[in-house]
């Protein structure tokens, strides 16, 4: 399994506060993504980074913000959380190079009240 | 713009055969692909077809047509364990991200 971890994996926070999720992996990929899965919608995505400091936003990204700032993690920042922010978040790498195939984090369940 | 669209669910039988249809319509297609994903967990990798034709890998195969924009999942000797959703998601170009689309879950009933 690729080395990725997600923390916290469970967050249950009130509308309007900040929330702060994090990414890790241990494979040195260049290229990391935030998704959010929820019914109905399949996984979309929110925004990734193709290197250090260097991103670009995805099909949802309002209400989120990244950064990168070490090639291991990418944080994405929901600076005043809203209940349609309820979901659940997964961390990816991988989508570029010899395969192309992405590996997933466990994944970060986010209940906003 | 893009679209790419599959069953929303399946039902089969356990020891049968079911195929997970998926259409697309993208620019700048370089390959699909199928991820496993199990209620709770994250999605797996199951395959990728970047070429016409069909690709076998034990109970599962993947079929690819892409002139035709279609990619099938191919299940056999269906499982309890094989209850989950399957995702298609196409490689577009460059360095751009993976587009999935919905997914479509599956039941395997006794």
């Known amino acids: 399994d690729a080395g990725i971890t997600q923390s916290p994996r469970h967050k249950v926070t009130e509308t309007g506060t900040p929330v702060t999720l994090r990414c890790h992996q241990t494979e040195n990929h260049r290229y990391m993504y935030w998704y959010r899965q929820d019914p109905g919608h399949g996984l979309r995505l929110i925004h990734y980074?193709?290197?250090?400091?260097?991103?670009d936003k995805g099909e949802v990204s309002d209400g989120y913000s990244v950064s990168r700032s070490k090639t291991e993690d990418f944080l994405l920042t929901l600076e005043s959380a809203t209940s349609s922010q309820t979901s659940v978040y997964f961390c990816?790498?991988?989508?570029?190079?010899?395969?192309?195939?992405?590996?997933f984090g466990p994944g970060t369940r986010l209940t906003v009240t | 713009g893009q679209n790419i669209d599959q069953p929303t669910e399946m039902t089969a039988t356990e020891g049968a055969i079911v195929q997970i249809n998926c259409t697309y319509q993208t620019s700048g297609f370089n390959g699909l692909f199928w991820y496993q994903q199990h209620a709770g967990e994250a999605p797996t990798f199951l395959s990728y077809?970047?070429?016409?034709g069909l690709e076998e890998k034990g109970r599962f195969s993947s079929f690819l047509s892409r002139s035709k924009g279609y990619s099938y999942l191919l299940l056999k000797e269906l499982q309890m364990k094989d209850s989950a959703s399957y995702l298609c998601?196409?490689?577009?170009?460059?360095?751009?991200?993976?587009?999935f689309g919905k997914g479509t879950r599956l039941s395997v009933i006794a």
């Open positions: 990816a790498i991988g989508g570029a190079g010899l395969s192309y195939e992405q590996y």
């Open positions: 998601a196409v490689y577009n170009s460059g360095n751009t991200p993976l587009v």
């Open positions: 980074s193709y290197g250090v400091k260097d991103t």
């Open positions: 077809n970047v070429l016409d």
